[in-house]
């Protein structure tokens, strides 16, 4: 079972920033956040992770609260092209196995 | 080039045949996995090799059988199709965890299996 919750859909107009929350109460010290997200009918596509730090690639920013109960994803330009499905998941940063558990993710429409 | 290529991307077939689906990545990765999206759109992972050893085998019929001829090729064959096969099944690869390679993985874009 996936160790995260998310809205099950949100919208976003067009050029404006996509904000993805996602609660993990149950994150452990070893765990990282790692976001992914699917566009219609394509493999599923990393974005970003973090351990406790807020971390920004040319995708996305990713806050996590000093907790680490949970986090944000900003798109902080949202395109029509980012409408997708996007999955907030918690998995150890070493192991042996490299087992992503998906929930059912936040189905984000960017509208414009 | 693509980095992670899966063949056939459509495959529609009887109940009862065996059909095989191939995965290839370039990246250089030694870590490949195979998950299935059903039709209520959960992804959920079947297997996972490193370097052309069984490290996740979850709970799957064994008629679905995968095969790693190499570290840049993960197969999986599938015998005695059923209707409750039908979905999108997804070859993914990663750097191995144990090297210091993040959980970052790489899907292929899909393949659409359909057992009529």
């Known amino acids: 079972d996936a160790k995260t919750t998310q809205p099950t859909s949100m919208d976003c107009a067009e050029g404006r920033a996509a904000n993805l929350p996602c609660n993990h109460s149950t994150i452990s010290g070893n765990e990282y956040v790692y976001w992914y997200r699917q566009i219609h009918s394509q493999g599923p596509q990393y974005i970003i992770h973090?351990?406790?730090n807020n971390e920004t690639n040319e995708m996305a920013s990713l806050i996590i609260t000093e907790d680490r109960k949970s986090s944000t994803l900003i798109l902080p330009h949202a395109t029509l092209r980012d409408t997708a499905v996007y999955y907030c998941?918690?998995?150890?940063?070493?192991?042996?196995?490299?087992?992503?558990?998906f929930g059912q993710g936040t189905t984000l429409q960017v509208k414009p | 080039d693509t980095a992670v290529s899966q063949t056939p991307k459509y495959l529609v077939t009887q109940m009862g045949n065996d059909k095989s689906i191939k995965c290839e990545q370039n990246?250089?990765?030694?870590?490949m996995y195979w998950y299935k999206q059903d039709s209520k759109k959960f992804l959920k992972i079947m297997f996972s090799?490193?370097?052309?050893?069984?490290?996740i085998n979850e709970t799957v019929p064994n008629r679905f059988s995968p095969k790693s001829p190499d570290k840049a090729h993960l197969n999986l064959h599938i015998n005695s199709l059923e209707l409750g096969d039908s979905a999108v099944y997804f070859c993914?690869?990663?750097?191995?965890?144990?090297?210091?390679?993040?959980?970052?993985?790489?899907f292929g874009a899909g393949t659409r299996l359909s057992v009529l």
């Open positions: 973090g351990l406790k």
């Open positions: 998941i918690v998995s150890p940063g070493s192991s042996n196995t490299g087992k992503l558990i």
């Open positions: 090799y490193n370097n052309k050893e069984l490290i």
């Open positions: 993914a690869s990663s750097r191995p965890l144990r090297q210091g390679g993040k959980n970052i993985q790489y």
């Open positions: 990246l250089g990765h030694d870590t």
